[in-house]
RNA sequence: GGCCCAUUGGUCAAGCGGUCAAGACAUCGCCCUUUCACGGCGGUAACCCGGGUUCGAUUCCCGGAUGGGUCACCA
């Protein structure tokens, strides 16, 4: 891999299940990385030991193994600037915050959370900036400093900021953005136990893993200018910023992970292609320049750009979700369809069927796989239905003719030789030529009679086909019995 | 509340001073048809509101409204 290349990661926190704000996020950062024939780094932010879920960390490289955005440096595969995991990196910090002390960019600052609770009440009642720190240590003498060192004083490391003047940057999805510097308050870079704070641990990590592009939720929009006043801080280069608008469930709230279907895991569950899943996420806020919106990873990979992705909110629409699913089932070779299906059919029918033809009557009718189980619930058995059904308007059709039209059908079946869908559909083509009816009007009431049903996966004689002579005939028979 | 950001049909969105304002999903209608689908064809449907700037604003500027984000010894 040459030097100088794109650098992107993924740094996600294993708190649960990987919702698709997550998933895109690491996508887009995936693609930018691939478009430009960069690097893809992994990187478990797993320091919040309050909020860390068991098995969630699986379910981070089960979730980007399956999506296939696979990455060339991470906790599982190692690197030139490991470890991977944030909590294996904690000792590092605090020397680098030393070192901004020793410059006079950062101070120790030795208020108790009483003091501090204190200064805001008084902040309130005056007029100052509430809620920002006062500054009470950023000028403490070298000998008061020494003296609370010695004696063991707790003591935090904050930032100085300057408190004049504006910061600002240029963002590649939200253009220049500009804050005044008195909006930004003396940030914490070390804890009282010794540990960085999440936004500190980030910009080390980020620069000691040379991260050129950061990709992330809009919500570090405003949290960025005290980003960049740490690389400048430290002297280093400031990498690019993508951020990106956020997923939401409706107008007003953003996708929870606690909302079932917005998980990734569900939506495999429920029977959605994992290719589908991303290809549908790609869209959500991001739009392609010309007007085809099916792609396969490697075709994103090429016609990803930043550029196209939008700067306002995009409202997660489970029916579109849906329809891109529909066309990835469609575009499905033959085989792989019945692949896929069997498990769900094999769920749902418990009887010798022809799978093959099914599967062709199934495929375009299946938006998502778990659809399956409640298409097929007829073969096992009819399921119990009243004779009304065989009125229909356009077939025109009705429990009277229906009696006819089994009648008629029933012999022509009985004497069936060879039993396959384009036989069977021809000789009772023949005998509805010969009753001079028409197909439906003959062939919509063995539908119902073989099911139960209305709606099934493929016309009467395909469901004949499917289920056998024996079982089409006596299921034919039952009918007749209840006209 | 301060600050930052956003606002095109129901949804995702294209647009980047002059367009009959794309496309997709959804929806409606027609065709195809052994049900239902698939497929094909067509329809309904949008620039948040005021002011400017300009010969001309969806597009640029300023207000307002609405929505989102952010203001921790959480990540």
């Not at 019945?338 to 418990?350: G, Y």
């Not at 199934?362 to 009243?386: G, H, M």
């Not at 029933?410 to 039993?419: A, I």
Request: aromatic share 10%.
């Amino acid at each position: 891999m040459a030097n100088n290349t794109v650098r992107t990661r993924f740094a996600p926190s294993p708190t649960g299940y990987m919702h698709v704000g997550n998933l895109r996020t690491a996508l887009y950062a995936y693609l930018k990385a691939k478009n430009q024939d960069g690097t893809f780094i992994l990187r478990i932010e797993d320091t919040d030991q309050e909020r860390y879920v068991e098995g969630a960390v699986d379910i981070i490289y089960d979730t980007l193994r399956q999506t296939g955005l696979t990455w060339d440096e991470g906790p599982d595969v190692g690197g030139p600037v490991g470890p991977y995991v944030q909590s294996e990196r904690m000792g590092m910090f605090k020397q680098y915050a030393e070192q901004l002390v020793k410059d006079g960019k950062a101070y120790y600052c030795f208020c108790t959370p009483e003091r501090l609770e204190k200064m805001r009440e008084e902040q309130k009642a005056g007029g100052a900036v509430v809620g920002h720190y006062d500054g009470h240590c950023r000028n403490l003498s070298q000998e008061e400093i020494q003296k609370n060192l010695d004696a063991g004083v707790p003591y935090v490391i904050r930032q100085k900021m300057p408190k004049e003047g504006v910061t600002s940057f240029d963002d590649a999805v939200y253009g220049h953005i500009e804050v005044n510097n008195s909006e930004l308050e003396d940030q914490i870079l070390i804890k009282t136990d010794g540990m960085p704070t999440y936004n500190f641990a980030n910009v080390v990590d980020d620069h000691l893993m040379g991260i050129t592009h950061v990709i992330r939720g809009s919500e570090y929009l405003s949290s960025t200018p005290k980003y960049n006043l740490l690389y400048q801080a430290f002297g280093w280069d400031i990498p690019v910023y993508i951020h990106c608008p956020p997923v939401m469930k409706d107008a007003q709230n953003k996708l929870s992970k606690r909302n079932g279907d917005a998980s990734y895991q569900d939506l495999m569950e429920k029977g959605y292609l994992s290719e589908a899943v991303l290809n549908y996420i790609l869209l959500l806020g991001w739009s392609p320049k010309g007007e085809e919106e099916i792609f396969t990873l490697e075709e994103m990979v090429k016609i990803f750009d930043e550029k196209g992705i939008s700067k306002s909110p995009a409202i997660f629409d489970p029916l579109k979700l849906r329809a891109i699913n529909a066309e990835y089932i469609r575009r499905l070779p033959a085989e792989k369809f019945q692949e896929i299906a069997n498990p769900w059919i094999d769920r749902a029918v418990h009887v010798e069927i022809d799978r093959a033809l099914l599967c062709a009557n199934l495929q375009p009718r299946c938006e998502v796989l778990s659809e399956i189980l409640e298409q097929l619930d007829f073969f096992d058995a009819v399921v119990p239905y009243t004779t009304d059904l065989y009125t229909n308007k356009k077939q025109k059709t009705s429990p009277e003719t229906a009696k006819q039209a089994l009648e008629a059908l029933l012999p022509v079946l009985e004497g069936m030789q060879d039993w396959n869908r384009d036989a069977i559909f021809e000789a009772c083509k023949q005998k509805a030529e010969e009753m001079e009816v028409k197909n439906g009007w003959l062939l919509f009431p063995l539908g119902i009679a073989l099911s139960g049903k209305q709606r099934t996966p493929g016309g009467g004689t395909d469901l004949a086909a499917m289920m056998g002579k024996q079982e089409t005939v006596k299921r034919i028979q039952d009918a007749l019995k209840m006209l």
